[in-house]
Structure formats: C-alpha cells, structure tokens
C-alpha cells in the first residue's frame, strides 16, 4: 500500500465507527455504561399469568395513541347546533356541538371511526386487564410484604381508570351518555350534606347546564391520564426496584430471581406481546362495532330507551344500584336516599378494603415475613375461598346490571330477575366460600397423594391372589411399604404419564418430518422426582394446609 | 433431552480477572466472558446457556427462519394493503349497504394483520431463534445494609439538629401558625371558583312549569313540535311526553320538566281519583279522566317512560322501578323510594291544557335537604 493511498484511507469516513465512536460520545456525556449494563441485565421470571398486567400496560399506550388523535377533532361544548353533516338520519336536528364533533369524527373525517371504536376497546380491554392482572395478584399472594405498596398503587389505578373510562364515555353527549350523567348527578346528590352543593358547583347549576362536558373533558385528556402515567410510572419503577416475584420450583428461593435476562429474548417476547395487544385493539376497533353513537341519537332529558347499559367495568355499580331496596332514611328534616348506599358507599368499602387486606391477611396470619415465591391458590384455601366470593359477589352484581337484557332475552319475570339478584348477592357468596375451600383441600390432598403413591399408569395388574390394583408410578426411592418420601414443594406434581416422559417427543414438520425423531427414552423408575427436596432447600416459605 | 450448559463459551471457569487477557482463539468467546463477567457485577449468575441451534443451518434451523420471515412478509403485505384502502377505498357515508361500510372493517383487518405479523415474527424469533438462557440474579431482601441505616439516619438527624428548630420555639411556632392556612390558600382559588349555590333562585324545587317563566301566565302543555293539545287529542288508555309550553321548554335546560299526560280508561280514573282524594297535595291535580306525572324518575332521574297500558304501570328502564299510575304513582317494585310528583292540570280558556301551577314537591332523585 504506498502513503497516498493511506492517506487517502485515512481521510475517508469509516462508516463502521460511526456507532461506536457516537456511543463513545454519549458515554463520555452520561455516564451510562454500568446503568446501561444493569438495566440490561435485569432477571425477569416466566410465566404466563406474568404477562397479564403488560395487557393492561400495552392498553394503556394504545388509548395514549389513539385518544391523542381523537382530541384534534373533538370540541368538548354543549352549544346547541343544527346537525349539517353527511350522516343523513340525523340531518337538521338540533344537538350539541361535542355530539356533532363525534358523529363528524365517526362520518366525516378519514379513518375517524376506527380510531373512535379502537380507542373504546382499548379502554374495555385496559380494565379487563388491570382486574385479570389483580386476580393473579391476589390468588398467587403476589402483594404480601414487601409489595404492599404497589398493591395499594394497583387498587389506586383501578378505580382512576374507571373514572377516566366514564369521562370519556360521558364526553359524546349522546343519549346513552347523557344518562348515564344524568344518574352520576342523582348519586352526587344522594351524599349527605354536601351533596346538593357538590352538584350544582359540578355542573355549574341545574344539571346539566353547559359546563359539564367541557370539564370532563379536561379531566379525561389531562387530569385523570397524568395521574395514571404518574401512578404507573411508580408501579413499574416498584417492580423493578423489588423484583419480580417467582413461582417455587428447583433452584428458585426468597433471595433469587431465576429467569431469563431482559435483553434479547425477555424484550423480544414483550415486545412482540405489545405488538399482538395492538393487533388485537385494531381487529376489534375495525370489526366490531361499539358504542354506535349515531343510533342513540343527541340527549335529550325526557328519553330513553330499554337496555341503556354502562360501560362492562361500571355495570356491576348499576348492577348493585337496581338490587338495594328502597330504603331511604328520613329524620330531622333530612333525607339520605336510597342511592347513596350502593353507589357511594358500597364503591368506597371496595376501595379501602382491598388496600387493607395485605395488612389484615398478615396479622391474621401473624406473618410479617417479605416473601418473594409465589403460592398456589390451593394452598391458601381461606385467601383463595375469600377471592372466589368476592368474584362472585362481583358476578351476581355484573349480572344483575343487565338484568333487565337477560329477562327479555329469556321471558323471565324482570321482578324475578331482581329478587333472584337480591338472594343471589347474599347466598351465593358465601357458597362460592364453602365450594373453593373444598377444592382447595381437595386438591392439595391429591398433590399428596400422588406424592406418596405415585402417578397412574393406567396399568390394571392382577394380583396371584386375584385382586386387580393399579400400578402407580413412584416419583422417588420408595420405602419398604411403596410410598415415596417426597415432601411436597409448593409446586405443580406431575400427575399424567406424559408428564415424566412416557411420551415420545414431538416429531417436527407439517406435511413430513424436518428431524429425526430422538429415540424414545426408557422410561426407569426416576431415582429423583421433577419436584425434589433436594434442590429446594428453602422451606420456610412453603406453607400447607390451614392458615 | 441434551442438558449441555454452556456450549458456546466452551471454556467456562472463573475468569473474573481479566477475561479478555486469556486470549481465547474464538473472538465470540471472548465477547461472552465479557458478558458472563457483566452479569456477575450485577448479581447475575447466568447458569445456563443454550443455542437454539448449536448446528447452524440445520433444516429445523431454517424452516423457523422460513415461518418467522413468513409473518414479517405478511406484515409488508398487509401494511401496503392498509395504506391502499386507506387511500383509495371510498370511505365517505352513503345510505345503503355500499362499498364505503367496509372502509372501517378493512382498516381493522389489514391494520390487524401488520400488526399480529410483526408481533408474531418477533415472539417465535425471541422464543425459537435466541438462546435459551436460565440466569439467577442475587435478591436483597428485607431492609438496607445496617450501616447505611445508620448513616442515613445520623445524616437527617444531622439536618434536623442544622435547622436547629428544636431549641427555637418562637420559630416552630410561627412556622405552624403561618402554615395552618397555607393549605385553605391552596384550596380556596381552586375550589372557590367552582362553588354554585344550589339554592339560589329555588333550582331544586323550580321547574319550567312555574308561571314565573311564563309572565304569570300559567304554563301551556305542548307536544315536542311546541304545539299545545287539547283533551281530544290523546285516545283513551293513550299517553303523551309533554313539555311546558316556555321558550327552549322541551330542551335539556328545563331537564326536570319532562312530563307524562296519560288519558285515563273511565273504570281507572274512577279508582285514581278515589286514591288522589287520599293524598292532599295531589287532591286537585287531575282533570276529567287525565293525570299529568313527572317523567322524572325519584331514584336516579332518568325518564320512567315505559307505560304498560294494561296494568297501568310506569317502569323506569334504568334501574327498573316501578310506579302504579292509579295511586298517585306510587312506587311498587324496585329501588325508587318516592311518588312520582303530579303536576296539577287543568283546561285554559281555549280548551288546551296547562299547568294550574309548578310542581308542589321537588322532581326527581332524592337530597339531603328534602324532607
């Protein structure tokens, strides 16, 4: 090589430093190369019951997205107009503007409606998600010490979202949602003492006057999302802070986390998770029709039409409204209507119950340990029972908010659909208590079963003396009467042949095989279980039986 | 099942010194102790580490490549698809079923698919493609290091003792007194503005009907056309939603006005004037064979505007309370705790009916202030 063309070299741009020397710079700014490497680093745990709460998570920024482009059309005021646009059946009537700006967002501006529908089921599929995500929480004992915190924040973003949900759902001004605002203002008023003033200086006056919708509004794009961001920023920051929580299993114990670390293949799996969320939001918002408000047509005070249901998420509050009798007190000159009770104070006993209960749990069970392996259900059967009747208190009230749809649906006398809703909301929880905690001991003694006598085989044997048994397969050394000496780990028992490898592996390939398949294994008596004492040494966190 | 751990750094064993000074043939090696050495200054122990494919180029290998670029296609296919409709597909409302009703539903679709393709290609290439991995990172639990507690805390303590506002009580004091309306001064400007009296101008017991907003003049009965109606015009068993006869008198700023006019069947008036003659404020509420309700419901305000002519009774199809037309709307069946008001009526000098006066008991859900 002669110097010029060294030079020459040397002068021209090496297009292959650039990253490195640009990270080099930034590093040289920011010091981030150890953070970088530690956040990189980070151990997440598998499961699948793991990924609920990203659902709710990946919601959330969809309704970021799609709700950004909703307010560049959208005009949040209650001044009367005659409606001009392309949707004919409506042309010439009078209505609000908020009103007109929907149906134009929906009929007149491209793309509009898919944005309008998308934005509704993000926000149906948000909620689902944040109340799937706070039963496996719950059921798996994820919120014990030290994750208290992040509970509370969890029951907290709850009930934002379920403000935020019925903000926006109020903001189309249409009948349906003019309703529904016309029964959150009887519930301000139920409220003693301050209730009549808390409405008129909501509403700026009589209800509902002009101010509402435009203070919804702002409500629903600034006050209630900055406070969910906030809020979920802190949950996060919680979790990575204290760490996931891991299932038992061999190796895993309260001083480790066993998992995979975050980058390539953990942020590959969550990112196309995101990715599938979005997919599904966009089929829906495009497929499935939601909240047509151009059939409702504008609110109007003196109508309404059969089957004005809530939003899913506020369905059991309307649910628990139609059930409470009509009991109003009356003394001094003073009313307290009928309504305050289930809809101010059943949602306020629901808000501080669930955040009390990782204290009330540890000091029935005088447990004051931090506990990082999760439970299953089974073993906890009073927490479990518990859970399973508030599910099905929840249920009987989510019914009964469509009480009057499925007595319609099926001929059933609507007054029978009621008292059924009535009786059901006492009795069926505390069944629903008895029923799970049966299962619970059921299964946890099945566990041990299997543990001591082994899997079925399915195998009949005759014996010489002519008794048929069935052969069970030990999952360890067995003593001198056949029964294993396996203690049980807080974890799945394998309890299906299949599940020690009795089966052949899969053979890869749709039409033939791409591999040849391995060799089948012998299947010896297993001189060590899938669930061995020996590799988890850690007991003190596996709790069976009663609590 | 082949249990190899660590396949790829072959040579494993403590190189926490300096792993890149060992000077493996292999740069990819080398890289990996690097990584190896990172993960343990982080707490992380990465005990087992697979190649999906220690072969490279197998068959299986390239057909999980072959599906994996089969969904990123798809994804490149129906992302042009989506900006084609998008663009050209007719999109502005038309009556009848025409091609512009499948503009959203094509929108979704190929929206959909870009996305699940992308989304799957991504996961079977995390799941399938990258190495499998089992990394065990050290937990801390329970509180911080003793020392740092302590230092921590002789360090705000330190703060506190720096403030000195231990030993200077006329400062502690006058600090709390100057803060105790600090937090009204926060509140009032935010909160004071929006403070309306319900009260004033007698809103809660107020409707449309008072002669008041009429110059005296008692109020009109009209249909939603704003035309008046005469006792002819409703059938007998029928009824009619009727507002008061004002400017702007049927739009959402009389909401507490909306009334039901229901002609009565001669054997039911006869038994709803004989249960009207019971209830003294309702006593001269009827005319002829007609009763006038509020269509506000008493529970949560929405309009009890189902009327079942057969029984006679008004349901609310809200939260299904049901009120019994003949004794003074009565309330039968779920959580409403109130009559449904009467608006007393009668004929004007031209034959139409209007409104002898205002409701005399408020409309509509319950409050703290009624009695």
């Known amino acids: ?547 | 099942m082949s249990t190899h751990t660590t396949s790829r750094p072959a040579a494993a064993g403590p190189t926490a010194a300096s792993p890149a000074a060992t000077g493996p043939a292999d740069p990819a090696t080398a890289r990996f102790e690097l990584v190896r050495e990172g993960a343990h200054r982080d707490g992380v122990e990465i005990v087992h580490y697979e190649p999906r494919f220690p072969v490279p180029g197998t068959r299986a290998e390239r057909r999980v490549e072959r599906t994996i670029a089969f969904f990123f296609l798809l994804t490149a296919l129906s992302a042009t698809a989506f900006l084609a409709v998008f663009i050209w597909w007719p999109w502005q409302y038309e009556i009848g079923s025409t091609l512009s009703k499948l503009y959203t539903p094509l929108l979704g679709l190929t929206l959909g698919l870009t996305l699940a393709g992308l989304g799957i290609g991504v996961v079977i290439w995390g799941k399938k493609l990258l190495p499998h991995e089992v990394a065990v990172e050290k937990r801390h639990i329970g509180s911080s290091d003793p020392e740092d507690r302590r230092i921590t805390a002789a360090a705000m303590v330190n703060i506190a003792d720096e403030t000195s506002i231990g030993r200077r009580p006329l400062l502690r004091r006058t600090l709390a007194l100057s803060l105790l309306p600090v937090g009204g001064v926060a509140i009032a400007p935010l909160v004071g503005g929006l403070i309306t009296d319900p009260h004033k101008s007698n809103m809660m017991l107020r409707t449309g009907w008072d002669p008041a907003n009429n110059d005296g003049e008692r109020v009109r009965l009209v249909r939603e056309d704003m035309t008046p109606i005469r006792p002819e015009d409703i059938s007998v068993g029928g009824q009619i939603t009727v507002f008061p006869g004002i400017p702007e008198g049927r739009t959402n700023k009389h909401a507490d006005s909306p009334t039901l006019l229901i002609h009565l069947r001669a054997t039911d008036a006869e038994r709803a004037r004989a249960n009207i003659g019971r209830i003294p404020i309702n006593k001269d509420a009827m005319y002829g064979n007609f009763v006038a309700y509020s269509k506000i419901c008493t529970h949560a305000g929405c309009p009890a505007s189902l009327y079942e002519q057969q029984t006679n009774r008004l349901l609310c199809p809200c939260h299904q309370s049901q009120f019994d037309i003949l004794d003074n709307a009565k309330p039968i069946f779920g959580p409403a705790t109130r009559r449904l008001p009467m608006l007393p009526i009668e004929l004007d000098s031209e034959g139409f009916f209007v409104a002898k006066s205002d409701y005399p008991i408020p409309v509509g859900p319950g409050f703290w202030e009624r009695s």
Not at chain 1, 293 to 308: M, T
């Open chain 1, 1 to 547: 090589m002669s110097t010029n063309a060294a030079i020459r070299n040397r002068r021209r741009l090496d297009l292959r430093a650039i990253p490195g020397q640009t990270v080099g710079e930034l590093d040289d700014r920011l010091h981030s190369a150890r953070p970088l490497r530690s956040l990189m680093n980070k151990v997440f745990p598998d499961h699948w019951s793991f990924l609920l709460g990203e659902i709710a998570l990946w919601s959330f920024i969809v309704l970021l997205l799609t709700g950004t482009f909703l307010t560049f059309f959208f005009d949040p005021s209650m001044e009367e107009v005659t409606y001009q646009g392309s949707y004919a059946p409506l042309k010439g009537m009078a209505m609000s503007r908020a009103y007109e700006s929907s149906l134009e967002l929906s009929f007149d501006v491209r793309g509009g409606l898919i944005m309008r529908q998308m934005h509704h089921w993000a926000a149906l599929l948000f909620m689902a998600g944040i109340v799937v995500h706070m039963f496996r929480t719950f059921f798996t004992g994820a919120f014990r010490k030290p994750r208290e915190l992040n509970w509370i924040i969890g029951v907290l973003l709850f009930w934002l979202a379920f403000l935020e949900g019925f903000a926006g759902y109020s903001l189309p001004d249409d009948a349906l949602s003019g309703t529904g605002l016309r029964i959150a203002n009887a519930i301000i008023l139920s409220v003693p003492v301050i209730g009549t003033w808390a409405s008129s200086s909501l509403f700026g006056g009589e209800f509902p006057g002009t101010l509402i919708i435009p203070r919804l509004y702002i409500t629903h794009v600034l006050l209630v999302p900055a406070l969910l961001v906030a809020l979920i920023s802190a949950h996060m920051a919680l979790l990575l802070l204290q760490k996931h929580t891991q299932w038992p299993g061999p190796g895993r114990t309260n001083t480790n986390v066993v998992g995979e670390r975050m980058v390539p293949r953990y942020a590959a799996k969550m990112g196309g998770f995101f990715m599938l969320v979005f997919a599904l939001i966009a089929m829906m918002g495009g497929l499935l029709q939601i909240n047509p408000i151009w059939l409702f047509g504008p609110y109007e005070a003196a109508v309404v039409s059969a089957a004005s249901q809530p939003d899913w998420y506020v369905m059991f509050l309307d649910g628990s409204t139609r059930l409470f009798p009509a009991w109003e007190i009356r003394a001094f000159g003073y009313t307290v209507p009928a309504l305050f009770w289930p809809t101010i104070v059943l949602p306020g006993v629901l808000t501080v119950l669930p955040m009390l209960y990782p204290f009330l749990e540890a000091r029935f069970t005088k447990d004051k340990q931090a506990h990082h392996l999760l439970q299953r259900p089974r073993d906890v059967p009073a927490r479990t029972a518990l859970g399973a009747m508030a599910i099905a208190f929840y249920v009987v009230l989510l019914l009964s908010g469509g009480n009057d749809v499925i007595a319609d649906k099926f001929q059933i006398s609507l007054n029978a659909m009621t008292w059924a809703g009535r009786v059901g909301l006492l009795l069926l929880p505390p069944l629903a208590y008895w029923v799970t905690y049966r299962i619970c001991l059921g299964l946890q003694q099945h566990d041990r079963e299997v543990l001591v006598h082994g899997v079925e085989t399915g195998i009949i044997k005759r014996l010489p003396d002519g008794r048929f048994i069935e052969v069970h397969q030990p999952l360890a050394a067995t003593d001198d009467h056949g029964h294993g000496e396996l203690e049980y780990a807080g974890w799945t028992v394998p309890k299906k042949m299949n599940r020690l490898g009795a089966l052949a592996p899969t053979v890869r390939g749709f039409f033939f095989p791409i591999e040849k398949p391995a060799a089948k294994p012998a299947l010896p008596r297993p001189a060590e279980a899938p669930v061995s004492p020996a590799v988890t040494p850690v007991r003190q966190e596996i709790e069976s039986g009663r609590r």
